[in-house]
């Protein structure tokens, strides 16, 4: 799976705080809770909320760099996921001809999930261009 370049310099108390689990922030506790163990996306999950928590902090208020930067980290991020979705949902320790309908299955919440990170993450970075517009970052 894939990591960030800085993901061995974070504390495992740093991750697990950045971590909220597979879905969307505003969805409830306990709906995430089911979407991590329905998907078997979690790992995914942890490693596409540190990146979002890490790119939050590149903003700078008046300036518009950081925001393009912002905007930058979190299509990366997203794109990522998508690959460490891919990754789990075919499964690289087995062979491919193994399983192939619950790796369909596996597959079609993978592109499911990203696509929610994708509206998602337009949406946060709209949020973010709208607080520092108004001098609020």
Request: charged letters at 15%; hydrophobic letters at 65%.
């Given at each position: 799976m894939e990591v960030p370049?800085?993901?061995d310099s974070l504390s495992p108390e740093f991750i697990q705080a950045a971590d909220n689990g597979c879905g969307l922030a505003s969805w409830p506790p306990l709906l995430r809770k089911f979407a991590d163990l329905y998907s078997g996306f979690k790992a995914p999950a942890a490693v596409h909320d540190v990146e979002w928590t890490m790119a939050a902090r590149v903003v700078q208020f008046g300036d518009s760099e950081s925001l393009d930067r912002y905007a930058e980290l979190i299509h990366e991020s997203n794109r990522r996921f998508y690959r460490n979705c891919r990754t789990v949902a075919v499964g690289v320790s087995t062979p491919l001809w193994r399983h192939p309908l619950k790796r369909f299955r596996r597959w079609r919440v993978a592109c499911r999930f990203y696509r929610y990170v994708q509206i998602g993450g337009a949406a946060?970075?709209?949020a973010m261009r709208r607080k520092h517009d108004r001098g609020n970052v």
């Open positions: 370049d800085y993901w946060a970075i709209l």
